[in-house]
């Protein structure tokens, strides 16, 4: 699929309307890269959009998402973006889905760009850069990576996405929490053995020690788990 870009609307095949942010002059299409915020998403209504673009030149497909936990994905984010593949999916289209860890669209982007890739967001999702304020996604992909980006209106109710271009006092403050938990446990169960060591002797002490290693050595071990 051959497109003129430029700042301008134009009408895809099955008239999709879509606006193209990127400054490039010409581009072979192969796969659309859709970005699918958390929530807030017309999941049907993306899927046939993005089927109807994508299928009368079977070009390949990619949902992509961001998560901010710092830990294991949202299993209901991960079915979203399965059940929008498999809406997708048929013998002219190829869809799949991916997660990248974080809150930053651009870096998520950056991960997963190839030659040939069009980045689809919608006109709803803004990021705050540092400077300017909120800002439209689609400026800010195309202004700092330099990738075409088509962007579709009316899909997304949610609130503005929260992926800017820096790392925000929340992100950070969670960071901070989430690295200091082992060391906060560490800690806390070795004041707790100095004080058990204090005031109890003989098997008391010894049963209390035991009991206390083993829960520290438990705590640590379910965040282990849950940071994998």
């Not at 705050?128 to 209106?153: C, E, I, K, T």
Request: hydrophobic residues 50%.
């Amino acid at each position: 699929m051959k497109v003129q870009t430029g700042s301008y609307t134009e009408r895809l095949p099955a008239t999709v309307p879509v606006q193209l942010e990127s400054a490039s002059a010409h581009l072979e299409v192969n796969r659309l890269i859709v970005l699918v915020p958390e929530k807030g998403v017309d999941h049907a209504a993306l899927a046939r959009r993005v089927w109807a673009m994508a299928a009368p030149n079977r070009l390949k497909v990619l949902f992509l998402s961001i998560h901010e936990r710092w830990g294991r994905v949202d299993p209901g984010l991960r079915l979203r973006l399965i059940t929008l593949a498999a809406m997708t999916r048929d013998d002219r289209v190829e869809a799949d889905m991916h997660i990248e860890p974080g809150r930053n669209w651009v870096s998520a982007v950056r991960q997963v760009f190839q030659p040939g890739d069009v980045v689809i967001c919608h006109a709803e999702q803004k990021v705050h850069v540092r400077g300017y304020g909120n800002q439209p996604l689609s400026q800010v992909l195309s202004v700092l990576l330099n990738v075409p980006v088509y962007v579709l209106a009316g899909l997304y109710h949610g609130e503005e996405c929260p992926g800017g271009v820096p790392a925000s006092l929340r992100q950070r403050a969670m960071r901070l929490i989430y690295f200091s938990l082992p060391l906060f446990i560490v800690a806390l169960f070795f004041y707790l053995q100095i004080s058990i060591n204090v005031a109890n002797v003989g098997i008391a002490r010894t049963v209390l020690l035991v009991v206390s290693g083993l829960t520290e050595i438990g705590l640590i071990g379910v965040w282990a788990s849950l940071s994998s």
